[in-house]
T-cell receptor, first 116, second 112 residues
Framework: AQSVSQHNHHVILSEAASLELGCNYSYGGTVNLFWYVQYPGQHLQLLLK??????LVKGIKGFEAEFIKSKFSFNLRKPSVQWSDTAEYFC??????????????FGRGTQLTVWP | NAGVTQTPKFQVLKTGQSMTLQCAQDMNHEYMSWYRQDPGMGLRLIHYSVGAGITDQGEVPNGYNVSRSTTEDFPLRLLSAAPSQTSVYFC???????????FGPGTRLTVT
């Protein structure tokens, strides 16, 4: 079965600290990769996505992610976090194949808390 | 566009009751899905549909039914509510081509 692993369950940082959240997936074929963010009490919003091309993708609010195919990874980064980045972050993978077309497999999420 | 809408926002049920969570989208998306979100579990796919009249099971389908009679609507039915179904339910849709999914605001369901 396909799986998506987020290794950090809860990350606590001070404002201006750098952030890196890990995401690994278990499928070896063509994948589309996403990071979603969920602010407290809100629904999921797309932060950034990777389909093809430059493996370094930039998203909203200063976030970026790097796709490393050899490591099956798609880590999320931000050079300097803000208090408003406090949220839960989900990595998701779409496997581009046949009957699973369109299905997203989610990681368990990483809760980020930023102290002012 | 309103995007993906869900009703109700909150619901409390007693064990054994049935109910339908509503989901609608106005983006003419073919693909729609239902997820449940539980603490520490991420989002798990319940059922999905690739078009009107076509539905399939996801990871956790037991206790839930769906149907897709129109492109716009994708209701989720709880047949006989159980406390284990206490969760936040999200509906999502996506169009063809790029695989970005758009999520609704969620329904928080409590089964006592």
């Amino acid at each position: 079965a396909q799986s998506v692993s987020q290794h950090n369950h809860h990350v606590i940082l001070s404002e201006a600290a750098s952030l890196e959240l890990g995401c690994n997936y278990s499928y070896g074929g063509t994948v589309n990769l996403f990071w979603y963010v969920q602010y407290p009490g809100q629904h999921l919003q797309l932060l950034l996505k990777y389909f093809s091309g430059d493996p370094l993708v930039k998203g909203i609010k200063g976030f970026e992610a790097e796709f490393i195919k050899s490591k099956f990874s798609f880590n999320l980064r931000k050079p300097s976090v803000q208090w408003s980045d406090t949220a839960e972050y989900f990595c998701a993978v779409n496997i581009d194949r046949g009957s699973t077309l369109g299905r997203l497999y989610f990681g368990r999420g990483t809760q980020l808390t930023v102290w002012p | 566009n309103a995007g993906v809408t869900q009703t109700p926002k909150f619901q409390v049920l007693k064990t054994g009751q049935s109910m339908t969570l509503q989901c609608a989208q106005d983006m003419n998306h073919e693909y729609m899905s239902w997820y449940r979100q539980d603490p520490g579990m991420g989002l798990r796919l319940i059922h999905y549909s690739v078009g009107a009249g076509i539905t399939d099971q996801g990871e956790v389908p037991n206790g839930y039914n769906v149907s897709r009679s129109t492109t716009e609507d994708f209701p989720l039915r709880l047949l006989s509510a159980a406390p284990s179904q206490t969760s936040v339910y999200f509906c999502a849709s996506r169009g063809g081509g790029f695989y970005e999914q758009y999520f609704g605001p969620g329904t928080r369901l409590t089964v006592t």
